[in-house]
């Protein structure tokens, strides 16, 4: 059966991914003002956040339309995988069911597809996305793949974040799952984990960035203790910040078995909502 993988630019994309041929990338449009990009393969980390520098931090994005997600799902293939955002922090999600519904409302086929909420961002989706190409690829049937890359995402999934400013994600209404206390401790550094229901949790906070990412490897090897990690994956993406990036992988390299550790640059929407210093990592276990 031949397969197609969809996924918003919320996916951070790794080189590997960039190869395969059944792959589409649906992108968000990111604004600053006027200034108005696609969330595509052109995207410049570094232009992006030296303008959203100027603009006191501030930038919106949108989703894609439904239109676009329908025209993605187009094509010779008997089965399409689509990939979004949780639903919890944007309608990408939406947009993307939106679209399945259209393209069976105009093609009446046989073609198989199924959307995936990643329930969270980032290099989460990105490895719920390798997970299920791994999956395709083995000839996994339909129903079987959706059901498992549902239960990885839940189950055997996590992801922390620690960030430099909130302004972007306070400025879009992106916090609205946190208690009000969180809000109050803006001037503190803090690391946040994602829910299995898709939303943002508090799980700490340290008075300087350094001591903050220390202490989010700390969680993640909590989290993954006495667990075999063996074939596991961590995904450090960054917001123009390589060298901490590195300082949370040696330090999460000291305190657990994980061997893959990758450090990459964060998407234009991760990055937007990072903002620059911002720190995403995504495990799996």
Same mark, same amino acid.
């Given at each position: 059966?031949?397969? &197609?993988?969809?996924?918003?630019?919320?996916?951070?994309?790794?080189?590997?991914?960039?190869?395969?041929?059944?792959?589409?990338?649906?992108?968000?449009?990111? %604004?600053?003002?006027?200034?108005?990009?696609?969330?595509?393969?052109?995207?410049?980390?570094?232009?992006?956040?030296?303008?959203?520098?100027?603009?006191?931090?501030?930038?919106?994005?949108?989703?894609?339309?439904?239109?676009?997600? &329908? &025209?993605?799902?187009?094509?010779?293939?008997?089965?399409?995988?689509?990939?979004?955002?949780?639903?919890?922090?944007?309608?990408?999600?939406?947009?993307?069911? %939106?679209?399945?519904?259209?393209?069976?409302?105009?093609?009446?086929?046989?073609?198989?597809?199924?959307?995936?909420?990643?329930?969270?961002?980032?290099?989460?989706?990105?490895?719920?996305?390798?997970?299920?190409?791994? /999956?395709?690829?083995?000839?996994?049937?339909?129903?079987?793949?959706?059901?498992?890359?549902?239960?990885?995402?839940?189950?055997?999934?996590? /992801?922390?974040?620690?960030?430099?400013?909130?302004?972007? /994600?306070?400025?879009?209404?992106?916090?609205?799952?946190?208690?009000?206390?969180?809000?109050?401790?803006?001037?503190?550094?803090?690391?946040?984990?994602?829910?299995?229901?898709?939303?943002?949790?508090?799980?700490? %906070?340290? /008075?300087?960035?350094?001591?903050?990412?220390?202490?989010?490897?700390?969680?993640?090897?909590?989290?993954? &203790?006495?667990?075999?990690?063996?074939?596991?994956?961590?995904?450090?993406?960054?917001?123009?910040?390589?060298?901490?990036?590195?300082?949370?992988?040696?330090?999460?390299?000291?305190?657990?078995?994980?061997?893959?550790?990758?450090?990459?640059?964060?998407?234009?929407?991760?990055?937007?909502?990072?903002?620059?210093?911002?720190?995403?990592?995504?495990?799996?276990?």
């Amino acid at each position: 059966m031949s397969y &197609k993988i969809v996924v918003d630019s919320c996916c951070d994309i790794l080189d590997e991914m960039k190869e395969w041929e059944n792959f589409e990338i649906v992108p968000l449009t990111l %604004q600053i003002n006027d200034y108005h990009i696609l969330d595509d393969e052109n995207f410049n980390q570094d232009d992006f956040i030296a303008r959203m520098r100027a603009n006191n931090g501030l930038a919106k994005s949108a989703c894609p339309s439904p239109e676009a997600f &329908k &025209k993605a799902c187009e094509g010779d293939y008997d089965e399409v995988y689509v990939f979004t955002i949780t639903d919890k922090l944007s309608g990408s999600y939406n947009s993307a069911c %939106q679209g399945k519904m259209l393209y069976e409302e105009e093609f009446d086929d046989d073609k198989k597809i199924y959307v995936f909420n990643s329930l969270a961002t980032s290099g989460l989706e990105t490895m719920a996305v390798v997970k299920a190409h791994e /999956l395709a690829e083995k000839g996994l049937e339909f129903d079987a793949l959706t059901k498992e890359i549902d239960d990885y995402i839940v189950n055997h999934e996590g /992801l922390y974040f620690c960030l430099e400013s909130l302004d972007a /994600l306070k400025s879009n209404g992106r916090l609205f799952a946190l208690a009000a206390k969180v809000l109050e401790k803006v001037r503190v550094k803090l690391v946040c984990r994602r829910t299995t229901e898709g939303n943002i949790s508090l799980a700490g %906070q340290d /008075l300087t960035v350094n001591r903050a990412l220390v202490k989010m490897a700390s969680c993640i090897a909590e989290d993954v &203790k006495g667990k075999d990690l063996t074939g596991q994956t961590v995904l450090i993406s960054h917001v123009c910040c390589p060298e901490k990036a590195q300082l949370v992988a040696d330090r999460i390299k000291d305190k657990t078995e994980y061997t893959d550790i990758r450090i990459i640059k964060a998407s234009g929407l991760n990055s937007l909502y990072a903002s620059d210093g911002g720190i995403i990592v995504s495990f799996t276990y």
